[in-house]
């Protein structure tokens, strides 16, 4: 369970590290998540229980994604607007193309997200000129700009929308949380505004009360979380 309404969180440990080479071993290596998962939904406590089940990969193609893109039904790929990014994609896109044809048949490409986005970088608008061109309306129109207190929110073992939820970086994560509901069928029109508006107002009445609390203890903190 999780301070977010409606959000349960199965976290990672240092345990993951060595994961890749006890999974060389394996059988059916590749799809060992996958029946996890779907055994945890099978469980009669978890049936019908969640509408979505986001995994978070590593920066990496090995094994652990490997596993990801098999147990998944669709991808949202963020695109850092930096070059080496680009080029990344690319191998990125090869390995989804190979994982499709041997390991999931029905995998398929929810999207493309813009991150770490500078209006005010050329090489940001020509990233962002670029993925449009490519792959049209697969680019969710939300953006997540370059901001600081994205940066800080780890620190505290917060996510940027409990943080700081009147942020840049908040802002942007309300608005791709919108715009990928309304991209699967969810109707989140005539409430967007006001609903966004509630959530900021319950989340600074939260922040607020311990907002001494963590100026004072900044280096204790920091020093916790190293």
């Not at 071993?25 to 799809?31: F, M, V």
Request: net charge negative.
């Amino acid at each position: 369970q999780t301070e977010v309404d409606n959000l349960n969180l199965i976290p990672a440990n240092i345990k993951l590290v060595a994961a890749e080479l006890e999974l060389v071993g394996l059988d059916s290596r590749e799809s060992l998540l996958k029946k996890k998962i779907t055994n945890f939904l099978n469980d009669d406590k978890n049936r019908n229980v969640y509408d979505f089940i986001i995994i978070d990969c590593p920066p990496s193609l090995g094994l652990i994604t490997v596993n990801a893109l098999t147990a998944a039904d669709s991808l949202l790929i963020p695109v850092q607007c930096e070059y080496y990014a680009l080029e990344g994609l690319s191998q990125l896109l090869n390995t989804i193309k190979n994982v499709k044809n041997v390991f999931n048949p029905s995998l398929n490409i929810e999207g493309y997200l813009l991150t770490m986005f500078d209006s005010r970088l050329k090489l940001s608008n020509q990233i962002e000129s670029e993925l449009r061109k490519f792959f049209g309306e697969k680019v969710f129109n939300t953006k997540i700009f370059r901001n600081v207190k994205i940066g800080e929110a780890p620190s505290y073992g917060k996510p940027v929308i409990t943080y700081d939820p009147t942020s840049t970086g908040a802002q942007n994560y309300f608005e791709l949380g919108k715009e990928f509901l309304e991209r699967n069928g969810f109707s989140v029109n005539g409430e967007s505004k006001n609903s966004d508006k509630s959530i900021i107002e319950s989340k600074i009445e939260k922040t607020s009360e311990n907002k001494s609390e963590i100026n004072n203890n900044d280096l204790n903190n920091d020093s916790n979380n190293g």
